[in-house]
């Protein structure tokens, strides 16, 4: 069965983005993007929402074409383009590039994919992670922790009426101050 794996750059009090939306109090220095672009490597498939394929895709689909762009940011490009991409949305008319668009069966779809061979499946955004945390399914969860408090914004995990319990598997000290904690289920 292929894992499905949870993964962000959150703050100290657990946020993905500030109260305003904005991503820029993560500092992705060289490093921690080395350590994005080496787990990228390992994912068969991401799935996103709405939201966060409109910030990733026009970015992330034209960046390796930037002259000025650090060689770490050109090789994640080439890797983000690369991966098949599931944008779950409503709304949205259609999605470009390696990616195909889906409006609703985000739990059988996750069921179906986790069930074929293959590599780790990413969820991207903590809106479509959070219907996959209260299913269940979810296997891992790997936050980058930055060291900062944003008092507010979005939050990496959605409130639960039960806990899940979570054991430790690797942990990583970034010289920036952020870690990285990589937790699986214990059940």
Known sequence: MRNVIYSMNVSLDGYVEDASGSLDWALVDEEIHQFFNDQEQSFDVTLYGR?????????WSTAEQEPDLREVEK??????????????????????????????????????LRAEPGGSISVG???????????????????????????????????????????????????????????????
């Open 51 to 59: 939201r966060l394929y409109e910030t990733m895709h026009p970015y």
């Open 125 to 187: 955004g903590p809106t479509l992670a959070a219907g996959l945390i209260e299913a269940g399914l979810i296997d891992e969860f790997r936050p980058v922790i930055h060291p900062v408090v944003l008092g507010g914004g979005k939050p990496f995990l959605p409130s639960l009426d039960t806990p899940i319990k979570l054991k430790l598997l690797e942990s990583r000290r970034f010289a920036s101050g952020a870690t990285y904690l990589r937790y699986a289920r214990a059940d």
């Open 75 to 112: 090789e994640y490009a080439r890797i983000w383009n690369s991966i098949p991409k599931i944008v779950f949305s409503r709304t949205l008319d259609h999605v470009e590039g390696n990616a195909t668009l889906k409006r609703d069966g985000l739990i059988e779809e996750v069921t179906r």
